[in-house]
């Protein structure tokens, strides 16, 4: 069992940056994969960026090259970088962690960008 906490969304200007945090209760050194997803008004949920155990990273096409994700496995967090943030990016961002073909949600954070 992994609990994943989210944290770092917030209210952010167009063009702005902010750190999104997923903590898990556990390590996560064995993990396979770590993901972000996020789900924005009236959309469906998308995967935003994912990292395996090996680092190997990848991106949708509409955040590539402007955010970035990370993993610090001796803090069992997982990091998303998000830069030049638009108004689309409005959402609510989810972690998930797959280990063992098992699915671990987080709560989520809000992440509103104005324009």
């Known amino acids: 069992q992994v609990q994943l906490v989210e944290s770092g969304g917030g209210l952010v200007q167009a063009g702005g940056s902010l750190r999104l945090s997923c903590a898990a209760s556990?390590?996560?050194?064995?993990?396979?994969?770590m993901e972000w997803y996020r789900q924005g008004p009236g959309k469906q949920r998308e995967l935003v960026a994912g990292?395996?155990?090996?680092?190997?990273?990848n991106y949708a096409d509409s955040v590539r090259g402007r955010f970035t994700i990370s993993r610090d496995n001796a803090k069992n967090t997982v990091y998303l970088q998000m830069n030049s943030l638009k108004p689309e990016d409005t959402a609510v961002y989810y972690c998930?962690?797959?280990?063992?073909?098992?699915?671990?949600w987080g709560q989520g954070t809000q992440v509103t960008v104005s324009s």
């Open positions: 556990r390590s996560i050194f064995s993990i396979f994969r």
């Open positions: 990292i395996t155990s090996g680092g190997r990273t």
């Open positions: 998930k962690a797959t280990s063992y073909n098992i699915d671990y």
